[in-house]
């Protein structure tokens, strides 16, 4: 039987690596509230992502409510129609509405020329994401939040590994956060992780992750957004090899690039200054009736993509409308995600690739 090709499927590290990590857990009897793991794994992103007091989280969803709570946001959040629930969803938890702009029709990120026409007396961010690991155009956002007293958050849950002019994706904006799910690049299994510019609003951050309390003393209405020494564990035996997973996501990556050269779709456009990752192969075809088409060729072959990001989030059923954003609307009608993972062989990506074309 012909093994199936998923969109993803999770990097394992060594297990002999993993269980050794494991047994340092057993040893020590901490298997959670930031014991020896999880502080050296904190250690070892800050040198990986290049940041300062990187902030473990449960997983990326609650690294934005988190980050929504330290800087105290209320009102309205201009935001992307085009990432996943979590982007959109964390506002609404946390009693905020959220106010889409458009994107840009090549880098699939919020489109800051279409950012201000949205701001009003109750704006207060801009939460914007790296769409598939493509940085947003950081220096207008920047420049727009400081001639409005903006606070900016990041979604960088795709962005582990890409550095924009010289930066990690997670140093830019008043806080950046990442997912560490399984479907990621580098993973803890379940997880995600905060970075925040401003030491104190780090320092709230941390208090606002365990219950905001330190010992008896409690200061905030908290949560426990902790993650546990056995996710840590998996965190430090698969960032030893972050750089050969890496190299192979490249060379799938261009592969990819090469073998559906000349064909009638679209596919991600890197902005100058920008060492990608790799981490995503989205297509976009000529209209939605296509992309259906070579979704039902692909699956009768085994092949599964996904239709990532679907829908655009301003359709969501349980958000009001509130803006127009028909590039959104279409790039989700007609895109989709190859397969891409490591150990995916390119005989493998021969026949994604065979089967789009002949599709097509």
């Given amino acids: 039987m012909?093994?199936?090709?998923?969109v993803t499927r999770a990097f394992m590290p060594p297990i002999e690596e993993y269980n050794a990590l494991v047994?340092?857990?057993?040893?020590?009897?901490?298997?959670?509230?930031?014991g020896a793991?999880?502080?050296?794994l904190e250690a070892a992103l800050d040198h990986t992502l290049g940041a300062q007091?990187?902030?473990?989280a449960g997983n990326g969803t609650i690294a934005i409510q988190l980050a929504i709570k330290a800087l105290g946001l209320k009102g309205e959040v201009i935001t992307t129609p085009y990432s996943y629930a979590a982007t959109t969803t964390s506002l609404i938890w946390e009693g905020l509405t959220p106010v889409f702009a458009d994107i840009d029709p090549l880098t699939f990120c919020l489109d800051p020329a279409l950012i201000e026409e949205r701001i009003t007396t109750r704006t207060s961010a801009i939460?914007?994401?790296?769409?598939?690991?493509?940085?947003?155009?950081?220096?207008?956002?920047?420049?727009?939040?400081?001639?409005?007293?903006?606070?900016?958050?990041?979604?960088?849950?795709?962005?582990y590994g890409t550095t924009y002019k010289g930066r990690g994706l997670a140093t830019y904006g008043d806080i950046s956060t990442l997912s560490f799910h399984a479907t990621k690049l580098f993973?803890?299994?379940?997880?995600?992780?905060?970075?925040?510019?401003?030491?104190?609003v780090r320092d709230q951050l941390k208090l606002l992750r365990s219950f905001g309390h330190i010992g008896d003393e409690h200061f905030a209405a908290g949560v426990n957004g902790k993650n546990s020494e056995?996710?840590?564990?998996?965190?430090?035996?698969v960032l030893p090899h972050m750089r050969t997973v890496m190299e192979r996501r490249k060379e799938q990556w261009c592969a990819y690039a090469e073998m559906m050269r000349g064909a009638d779709l679209q596919v991600l456009t890197i902005p100058a200054?920008?060492?990608?990752?790799?981490?995503?192969?989205?297509?976009?075809?000529?209209?939605?009736?296509?992309?259906?088409?070579?979704?039902?060729?692909?699956?009768?072959?085994?092949?599964?993509p996904r239709r990532y990001f679907y829908p655009s989030l301003d359709r969501l059923p349980y958000v009001h409308p509130s803006g127009h954003c028909p590039i959104s609307n279409s790039v989700a009608e007609r895109v989709l995600c190859l397969p891409l993972y490591h150990p995916l062989s390119t005989n493998d990506q021969q026949l994604v690739v065979d089967v789009l074309l002949n599709a097509l």
């Fill in 2 to 6: 012909v093994e199936p090709i998923h």
């Fill in 187 to 200: 993973h803890t299994a379940e997880g995600g992780a905060m970075v925040a510019r401003d030491p104190a």
């Fill in 230 to 237: 056995l996710h840590a564990a998996m965190g430090l035996a």
């Fill in 37 to 40: 793991l999880a502080l050296r």
């Fill in 53 to 56: 007091g990187t902030l473990l």
């Fill in 23 to 34: 047994a340092e857990v057993w040893a020590s009897g901490q298997l959670t509230n930031q």
């Fill in 127 to 159: 939460l914007a994401t790296h769409v598939y690991g493509i940085p947003c155009d950081v220096e207008a956002i920047e420049a727009i939040a400081h001639a409005h007293h903006l606070k900016v958050i990041y979604d960088a849950a795709h962005g």
């Fill in 273 to 304: 200054g920008t060492e990608f990752n790799h981490a995503y192969f989205p297509i976009v075809l000529r209209d939605g009736g296509i992309r259906e088409h070579v979704a039902l060729a692909m699956n009768a072959q085994g092949i599964f």
